[in-house]
T-cell receptor, first 115, second 118 residues
Framework: KAGVTQTPRYLIKTRGQQVTLSCSPI?????VSWYQQTPGQGLQFLFE???????NKGNFPGRFSGRQFSNSRSEMNVSTLELGDSALYLC??????????????FGPGTRLTVL | AQKVTQAQTEISVVEKEDVTLDCVYE???????LFWYKQPPSGELVFLIR??????QNEISGRYSWNFQKSTSSFNFTITASQVVDSAVYFC???????????????FGSGTRLQVQP
């Protein structure tokens, strides 16, 4: 099976712009989670989608949003970019039969740089 | 609230040495899962192991072994006879097992950077 894929891998934006990142989960996985990784804050949970619905949300401002499509692919959007949004954004997918154990499989990430 | 502490920021060893990465966690739940992930320079988090809170058996997988001690809330990871390819950042993570409000987020430690010198 192909792993989790994320596009683009690298992105450079300027303050005030908005950005959309894409994630395709492993085939058959319906749960997709997003995490932000920065040197200062480490790995932090953004949100989780299942069957096109947001099931869980981390402590991030409303500028961060996401959605999931019927094929389980997910996008996250960050509006009005700030310098502090520069980070590696990781997407993870999970098989529902392992929901209790919460085993998550991560993609390679999108590295966003905000200038 | 959950918390995972990896006190070792960076460890440097010479190839073939054994190395142990420490992980201490806090949770009020009686049922939870612990994980170790490896993050090579490419950035992808590679799943290494999952352990549930009811299973305190130690596990060995090749050169890797894990020691889970509920009494001390620790889940340590040992690499035996380290190799240069083991160089990466290693993360310990914790997740509650409840499903009532959807999948729980993973709470990660701050990571330990392991450098294995040839």
């Amino acid at each position: 099976k192909a792993g989790v894929t994320q596009t683009p891998r690298y992105l450079i934006k300027t303050r005030g712009q908005q950005v959309t990142l894409s994630c395709s989960p492993i085939s058959g996985h319906r749960s997709v989670s997003w995490y932000q990784q920065t040197p200062g804050q480490g790995l932090q949970f953004l949100f989780e989608y299942f069957s096109e619905t947001q099931r869980n949300k981390g402590n991030f401002p409303g500028r961060f949003s996401g959605r999931q499509f019927s094929n389980s692919r997910s996008e996250m959007n960050v509006s009005t970019l700030e310098l502090g949004d520069s980070a590696l954004y990781l997407c993870a997918s999970s098989p529902e039969q392992n929901a209790r154990s919460n085993e998550q499989f991560f993609g390679p990430g999108t590295r966003l740089t905000v200038l | 609230a959950q918390k995972v502490t990896q006190a070792q920021t960076e460890i440097s060893v010479v190839e073939k040495e054994d190395v142990t990465l420490d992980c201490v966690y806090e949770t009020r739940d009686t049922t939870y899962y612990l994980f170790w992930y490896k993050q090579p320079p490419s950035g992808e988090l590679v799943f290494l192991i999952r352990r549930n809170s009811f299973d305190e058996q130690n596990e060995i997988s090749g050169r890797y072994s894990w020691n889970f001690q509920k009494s001390t809330s620790s889940f340590n990871f040992t690499i035996t006879a380290s190799q240069v390819v083991d160089s990466a950042v290693y993360f310990c993570a914790l997740s509650e097992a409840r499903r009532d409000t959807g999948r729980r987020a993973l709470t990660f430690g701050s990571g330990t950077r392991l450098q294995v010198q040839p």
